[in-house]
């Protein structure tokens, strides 16, 4: 099966099962990584407290971690439903929102990376980077531009930490290790919206609920992200902008199918 | 005054009045509850730390609870809350989302249940039977099908709780123990929007604000969000789904009226 | 250089230079906070552990203070980026949303004023008339109407705080101490909608990454903000409301520029 064509088929899967997509997530984009996981057709749960992780994680199809409003308290709950997922074999998807920004951040990342398994890892090029131990300077959470090694880094940062490793940009770059694709899909617009990376992770979630193939999960988390994003601006019209843009993604993440992917999507086997 | 009637009049005096609504809520879907008590033209006010939610609560209209992202520092608050409300007469409005799904949340519904009057709780099928004592599964937040009894159900519990009784499904039931109401208004994509449960919860609690006749409250506040649903459907054109939807449930609920109410509703005496 | 003509230069700027805005704000509006000031071109940090916030402020264009949902935890946390972008001069806007409310509230500013330099406070009528030592009466968050003395409270609060101060209503008033400006646009339907001021204050941080002219910048984040309602209203049809004018404000603060601000800006020197 072409990889396309196996995302179609996750995609659907995602919408006969709807599965439970438990997220400890940053509290910026919560309310949007919750809808976008119900506009694909999962089911979103949030819940943090330290007390009850564990029990929610145990009844979900995958795991959402993200950093992105990352406080102490919050480690603890992580640590305590990753290990259950992990145990439990329910996949677990990390988010490491601006790891080289702050100590505090980097510190949780290698915590979380040394304790816990991780089916996939999404982040930008400089996130990526900082994880790979590469030097890189931040600017907030944005991505940086140079990624002309990208699919290096991925693969052996995924072959590193036994994982796949997708690093979202102008060309996304997906890598379980063995096999690197790069995703010519997206449009600039999405970096001018709050929350699209972390909705990006939401829906590799949401994807990841259904398989044990985490490499297919990734390419159809983003590549929906991604195409949304393509339908998104086509539509708009004069004088609209963000706001409407922002309202057609999570239309279009409803809407996507199996036509859609085949004839818009550009993901390359590199 | 027939029902429909009552809710008319009620919905006048929201907008008259403009009742303030403290929520002490779940962090996922606090925009949308402040948001949707703004459309229907009450005034929101999210507060949630203990050293001033007795405070906030004494000059409010209603006092909106829900246990959505609990955590255990905010029992303390909401007990807090509800105690001065009680004491004040203030009603308060229960939302106890996914009461059955964790230790958590079903004992800090049991302490809230045991501590506080309430005037409304609002739930779906599975929360409500958990909380009258049933068995049932529980999968996330979402609600059970099978509510062939639920007349029984909210008419036992509300008399056993001395409470308003709001069972949210396909058709929503309400009792105050006495009467039972069928409200058969509503859309499936409702299920696909995060929040629109809370959502319905804090109308309640908007015309709650104006009231004691807290089943016309409950009534109203539901029938407001079911039938913004219905014309939020309507009004949908190709390609779009459910981020449009979302942004024309605001649109509607704010220019719900008594001629729509009239027009729409299918409220039931039972 | 015309008023007018400064917030222009400024706004091409602000898509120039994409400053970081770092938030220590409130839970409710935060999604939306942060999406304003993407759409205006500068790029939001949402931050608040007290271990990261200094490390954030450290490279940030400014810092916005929101207390809408204050807690006991974060008054250190904003002490600790407030000192260090004081150290630093990096300019700090608060919105004291609610201040007259209850004790908590009231405590933490004077805390926050007698510690920390602003560069701008912006708040309604009876929030700023809290903070000049007036005594005001507070429902909720709404603004005040009494504002036939606007322009002498501005000026002498300025003047005492050594800060520039906005008081947003019906007529936003702003002064330096030295001069006073009002500013006439908006409408109605802003006050409907949950955050429009936080958002104000957002893009006043937006604008005061560019610039030292904090009072360019003050006017320029509420034109911004202002004129964006006027056109979000006008672009609205039949059966639209709320929720689509909320859409709008931000595809309207996106697409803001030189010839609407000279076309639309009602700005003037007092």
């Known amino acids: 099966l072409e990889i396309n064509e196996k995302v179609i088929e996750l995609l659907s899967k995602v919408r006969a099962v709807k599965p439970l997509v438990h997220h400890i997530t940053n509290l910026v984009t919560m309310n949007d990584c919750a809808n976008i996981t119900a506009a694909i ?23 959402v971690i993200n ?29 490491p929102v601006g790891i080289g920004a702050t100590k505090l951040r980097y ?13 996939v890892i999404r982040g930008n090029m400089s996130e990526i980077k900082t994880l790979a131990g590469f030097q890189v300077e931040t600017k907030g959470v944005d991505s940086a531009t140079d990624n002309f090694d990208a699919a290096e ?10 994982t796949v490793i997708a690093i979202t940009g102008k060309v996304d770059i997906v890598s379980d290790g063995q096999e690197v694709y790069s995703l ?18 939401s829906l590799i979630g949401s994807y990841s609920g259904v398989t044990t193939d985490y490499l297919a999960a990734a390419i159809g988390g983003i590549i929906t992200m991604s195409i949304s994003g393509e339908l998104a601006y086509k539509s708009l019209k004069d004088n609209e902008g963000v706001g409407t843009f922002k309202t057609r993604i999570f239309d279009s993440v409803y809407n996507m199918n199996g036509n859609l992917i085949r004839k818009e999507g550009k993901i390359k086997n590199e």
Do not use: W, Y
Not at 107 to 119: D, H, P, Q, R, W
Not at 153 to 162: D, F, S, T
């Open 41 to 63: 057709g999962a089911s979103p749960i949030m819940a943090f407290d330290r007390k009850e992780v564990e029990e929610i994680v145990a009844f979900s199809n995958a795991l």
């Open 67 to 95: 950093i992105g409003t990352i406080q102490e308290e919050l480690v603890d709950s992580i640590l305590l439903a990753g290990k259950k997922a992990n145990e439990l074999s329910i996949p677990i998807i990390l988010d």
């Open 107 to 119: 510190e949780t990342v290698n915590k979380l990376i040394n304790t816990i398994g991780f089916s």
């Open 153 to 162: 880094i991925a693969k052996r940062l995924a072959r590193k930490l036994n």
């Open 184 to 201: 010519a899909n997206g449009h600039e617009m999405l970096t001018r919206v709050s929350g699209t990376g972390c909705m990006s992770t």
